[in-house]
């Protein structure tokens, strides 16, 4: 990918705001710092779990894109509800409700369903719905979850027989973590990675830290820390949606829409060296 990137050109992820991010403040956020998209989680990971400022039974998700239609920011996808040993496939078609009242075009998709022939059941029927919708899914893996690395989620997409709708998510430090490098993600197939999650961390995981607390609390800025970020953006594909999620813990009790321009802030310096 080029390494030409503005703010407006980079999509703000929720969870830089923070985990209970709600949307409206997330859109808000991504407005004052320049962002020309945002990332929105609409509903919690499972079943029953409440959200900050959604209710879908009422107007909040069309007001969500009225919101962001004024502000001028593109809402560029939805997370949603998980796939996991409490998700049906109803659960499923309500991401892709909630992907089109809203306009989103993408959803991002987290797997903790040990039992992976379930899982690319549920997928088949699953891509066929937001297919007709006209949405897509882009499936994150995680070492922390039930697709622990690129290969695992390649092979549940090829069983589920929804490739043509189902891709990948990168997130940089998945990659790092799942022992995978930029070579593999530059060696995917054309179209295979619709959108990327940026952070920085680490080189190596701190002992003290699992990795999902690393992935909570470890994050940092673009060029903070010792991963091979500018490796993996020169492999993704032209015209890979770029979203940041940096969540640093130490800037937590700062208010979002400073929390989103020290995100941009920090991604326009990494960009410009990586130029």
């Known amino acids: 990918m080029t390494s030409a990137m503005k703010t407006h050109d980079l999509t703000l992820g ?32 499972n079943p029953g779990d409440s959200w900050p400022s959604v209710d879908p ?91 622990k ?28 973590r799942s022992g995978a490098r930029p070579s593999d993600v530059a060696a995917l197939a054309p179209g295979r990675v619709p959108i990327a999650q940026l952070c920085d961390a680490a080189a190596r995981r701190p002992d003290s830290l699992s990795l999902f607390d690393e992935a909570m609390q470890g994050r940092m800025y673009l060029g903070d820390g010792g991963l091979d970020l500018a490796g993996l953006v020169r492999a993704l594909p032209p015209g890979t949606e770029l979203e940041l999620e940096t969540p640093v813990i130490a800037d937590a009790a700062l208010a979002p829409a400073e929390k989103a321009r020290r995100a941009a802030a920090k991604a326009q310096a990494f960009f410009a060296r990586l130029g």
Not at 14 to 37: I, R, S, Y
Not at 83 to 104: D, F, K, M, Y
């Open 149 to 176: 690395s690129m290969p695992d989620t390649l092979d549940v997409i090829e069983r589920s027989g929804a490739a043509d709708n189902v891709g990948l998510l990168i997130d940089a430090l998945h990659l790092a």
């Open 14 to 45: 929720f969870l830089t705001l923070g985990a209970q991010a709600a949307p409206m403040e997330v859109l808000d956020a991504a407005a004052a710092a320049g962002f020309g998209a945002a990332g929105l989680r609409v509903s919690g990971r």
């Open 57 to 147: 039974a009422s107007q909040d998700l069309e007001r969500l894109r009225e919101h962001a239609g004024a502000l001028g920011v593109r809402i560029s996808s939805i997370s949603g509800y998980y796939i996991s040993p409490a998700t049906e496939a109803q659960h499923l078609l309500r991401n892709v409700e909630a992907a089109t009242r809203v306009g989103a075009p993408l959803i991002m998709q987290g797997c903790f369903e040990p039992d992976l022939a379930r899982v690319a059941r549920l997928l088949a029927g699953y891509a066929r719905a937001a297919a007709d919708a006209g949405v897509r899914i882009a499936i994150e893996f995680m070492p922390m979850s039930a697709l």
